[in-house]
């Protein structure tokens, strides 16, 4: 059983339309971060979130900590073929205790 | 400056053989951490070195184990392969230990298949 469920496991969409994927877990997290991966690399960070109800943007991504800090979802306007890939949510339980949801694995289609 | 390079990038091994794989972690990193990656457990992490001691370790059986380096060049060992050891296993070094809000950045992985 994971810790972080990542949802959904897969997505497939057109270019220009947007997305939310979700990592939810039942445990609090001090922070968590969001990272995406591509074929044949390792996982590139995104971003980390720290407080309960944050919201960060980095140009059409944005990224919400959940009040609880619980939950996290990462939303895409108008994706692009470059969104393609592997978007990983790592939670801290502490400041030595990381976990990694499975992933979602987006594809976009031109 | 150079990314994290992990060396071998494929490997195929046989059950029973042992493997060691290697990092080389960005230059004035001194942490390093290991993680397995598979389609069906998603990235599990194995343990963290800093300094050249091991600070963090995940939920592994012994057969795996690790090392670093007074450059902190870091090396990762399993012995006595088995066919669900394989694997993409990546590496992660860091200014600071994982989790103290210093950024990881890994390498491209190695790719261990174990017939």
Same mark, same amino acid.
């Given at each position: ?17 947007? =997305? #939310? ?8 997290? &001090? *922070? %968590? ?5 591509? /074929? +044949? ?19 059409r =991504? #944005? ?8 939950? &996290? *979802? %990462? ?5 692009? /073929? +470059? ?20 992933? #979602? ?6 | ?25 960005i ?19 194995l ?22 380096f ?15 050891d ?30």
């Amino acid at each position: 059983t994971q810790l972080l469920e990542q949802s959904p496991q897969f997505l497939s969409i057109q270019e220009g339309e947007n =997305l #939310t994927v979700y990592c939810n877990s039942s445990s609090v997290f &001090s *922070s %968590l971060q969001w990272y995406r991966q591509e /074929p +044949g690399e390792g996982p590139v960070l995104l971003v980390t979130v720290v407080t309960g109800g944050e919201v960060k943007k980095l140009k059409r =991504l #944005t990224f919400q900590f959940g009040d609880a800090r619980k939950d &996290s *979802s %990462l939303h895409i306007t108008a994706a692009q /073929p +470059g969104d393609t890939g592997l978007y990983l949510c790592a939670g801290f339980k502490n400041n030595n205790d990381m976990r990694f949801g499975a992933g #979602t694995r987006l594809t976009v289609k031109p | 400056k150079a990314g994290v390079t992990q060396t071998p990038r494929y490997l195929i091994k046989t059950r029973g053989q042992q493997v060691t794989l290697s990092c080389s972690p960005i230059s004035g990193h001194r942490s390093v951490s290991w993680y397995q990656q598979t389609p069906g457990q998603g990235l599990q992490f194995l343990f963290e070195y800093f300094s050249e001691t091991q600070r963090n370790k995940g939920n592994f059986p012994g057969r795996f184990s690790g090392r670093q380096f007074s450059n902190s060049r870091s090396e990762m060992n399993v012995s006595t392969l088995e066919l669900g050891d394989s694997a993409l296993y990546l590496c992660a070094s860091s200014l600071g230990l994982a989790g103290s809000f210093y950024e990881q950045y890994f390498g491209p992985g190695t790719r261990l298949t174990v017939t």
